[in-house]
């Protein structure tokens, strides 16, 4: 038994290297504080349950052996394998467990401090056994919950957890181990030929190769020369322009690396350029609304990648629980009706975001963006644009040192601008400055990426909640505040049917969108991986297809 796109017959050995742009100055990825290798969350950690990335939203037991659930969900209970270890070969305990949910719900990332206030009690309830009771009804918490990664108590006692940063190397249950690191440089993770589960029917065909390593670079440009040169041998592209027509060097002609195009049908997600409504400039949804038409997106995605690849035309797009075209219809009418008053134009008579004619100058757009900036109070004055007190219109706009591709976007994006009458400030930091301020909402634009699952639930709160407005941290990068939003994220977690389920999605779809809080570019819906010939990944591909492009669980080495 295995998990479905899974090879439980894949030889173990070789290493996959990567890269990424940017650096790091600590290895806890738990924390608010600091900046972290991004995989080091799923590679280096387990939790009670593990996912299966072929449905929606299915756990399987991994560090627990079996899981029951009250009647009504209002309580869960595991009992942890009696195998279970952490790698310096200590025993987990259900201790290790209570330990963990309380840190990391208290001190810990703000994105675990929802579910946390959710639980009334946490108790032992036997010597391997541990029931957590909540304090209100939420179908998916016994799931949720089940996902926490779990920590070693004993090597935090007399640390402070919250401020941990480079010098501490995390003791985990998790098949990988953080071998190796410079900061800012590269992290190897080696797998540990002890590692407890390997006879868990759930982990075979998976952590399969013998070393994970991620280089960090300055930018995508010096990234790409090394993988050119092999110090790289899995690379995942984004852009389709590139990967027709600079995917021609000596490795890839003599098959020594492989172009592998991966499908899958998650939705799209969210990328683009958020507008923070913190700040004054972007509180008026009509300025959001010129500013997404001087973005002249037919013209950049041409420019960009050939106009080969699709924007992104909602949160959920690219599944069937993004929003439909036209008006709302049915269930999701019903659900959007008693906020009326609050939605804006478009969530219920249907909206679709600003088309371009394609040509550099796009007059019809620019001409429609000053229109709007005129009803919410600004004119054009010596070719500026300028507010009531006569000061000029601008704002900021917040990059990551290395994003090579959002800066060519922005220079075309400013260009635009400059023929609505407004210049703004363009300022780059490095990826730990840029954490910073991203976690404490210290900017007026920046770029950003939310991805969806076909299973939204209580990770909705965190992304577009309102207690997100003052807390520092969530995803809720933009400021909003809507009760419409909150609502149908409850709905959504309180479905009883799969059709009530797809409206509430698509009913938060549409109030996010009309929002007008982000300005999307296009979408990836395929992956495009070049790697090394001897990488190796399931003829099965999950409905998460792309996932097994960027986390290599299931990957394996192949020598012959």
Not at 23 to 34: E, R, T, V
Not at 210 to 225: H, K, S
């Amino acid at each position: 038994m295995s998990l479905p796109y899974a090879n439980p017959d894949a030889p173990k050995g070789g290493r996959i290297v990567t890269g990424e742009v940017g650096g790091f100055d600590s290895l806890n990825p738990h924390i608010a504080k600091g900046s972290t290798p991004w995989q080091l969350r799923f590679l280096a950690y387990e939790s009670l349950m593990g996912r299966n990335w072929d449905e929606p939203f299915s756990l399987y037991g991994l560090l627990a052996e079996s899981i029951e659930v009250g009647e009504n969900r209002d309580w869960v209970e595991f009992v942890l394998r009696e195998e279970a270890a952490f790698s310096d070969g200590t025993p987990l305990t259900v201790e290790d467990v209570m330990w963990s949910y309380e840190t990391l719900g208290t001190i810990g990332h703000p994105r675990y401090h929802g579910a946390w206030n959710k639980i009334a009690s946490m108790e032992q309830t036997g010597p391997r056994s541990i029931r957590f009771t909540f304090n209100e009804v939420d179908p998916e918490m016994a799931l949720l919950i089940g996902m926490r990664p779990i920590l070693k108590k004993a090597q935090w006692e007399g640390k402070d957890f919250a401020a941990s940063g480079i010098d501490e190397v995390p003791i985990t249950t998790a098949p990988y181990m953080i071998d190796d690191y410079e900061a800012g440089r590269f992290v190897s993770l080696k797998r540990n030929p002890d590692y407890w589960g390997q006879n868990v029917n759930f982990m075979r065909g998976q952590a399969n190769l013998d070393e994970i390593r991620m280089e960090f670079y300055g930018d995508g440009t010096a990234m790409f020369e090394a993988f050119k040169a092999g110090a790289l041998n899995s690379s995942r592209e984004f852009n389709v322009e590139k990967w027709d027509t600079q995917y021609d060097f000596p490795a890839i002609d003599s098959g020594d690396v492989v172009k592998s195009v991966i499908p899958h049908e998650r939705p799209s997600g969210m990328t683009g350029f958020v507008m923070n409504t913190r700040r004054d400039v972007f509180k008026d949804w009509r300025v959001r609304d010129a500013m997404m038409h001087a973005f002249n997106f037919e013209f950049i995605n041409e420019t960009m990648t050939g106009s080969k690849q699709p924007r992104i035309s909602s949160y959920f797009s690219n599944s069937v629980l993004g929003m439909a075209d036209g008006p709302a219809e049915g269930r999701v009418r019903d659900l959007l009706e008693p906020f009326a008053s609050e939605l804006l134009p478009g969530a219920l008579d249907g909206y679709a975001l600003p088309v371009s004619d394609g040509t550099e100058r796009n007059r019809g757009n620019i001409r429609a963006a000053i229109d709007l900036m005129e009803e919410a109070g600004y004119t054009i004055a010596d070719g500026k644009m300028v507010g009531p007190d006569g000061a000029p219109f601008t704002f900021e706009i917040l990059l990551q040192q290395g994003s090579s591709e959002e800066q060519s976007i922005i220079d075309l994006y400013t260009q635009s601008l400059e023929r609505v009458g407004i210049t703004p400030t363009i300022t780059t930091t490095d990826s730990a400055q840029f954490k910073e301020r991203t976690t404490n909402y210290d900017f007026d634009m920046s770029f950003n990426r939310w991805g969806m699952s076909l299973s939204p639930g209580n990770e909705q709160k965190l992304y577009w909640g309102c207690e997100g407005v003052e807390a520092p941290g969530t995803r809720n990068w933009m400021g909003m505040c809507s009760p419409a939003a909150e609502a149908m994220i409850d709905e959504i977690l309180n479905s009883q049917s799969r059709d009530d389920f797809i409206a509430a999605t698509r009913a938060l779809d549409r109030v996010l969108t009309t929002g007008r809080y982000v300005i999307p570019i296009y979408q990836w819906n395929i992956s495009r991986i070049a790697h090394a010939k001897q990488l190796k990944y399931p003829e099965a591909i999950p409905i998460y297809g792309d996932w097994i492009g960027w986390q290599p669980d299931v990957w394996w080495w192949d020598e012959e």
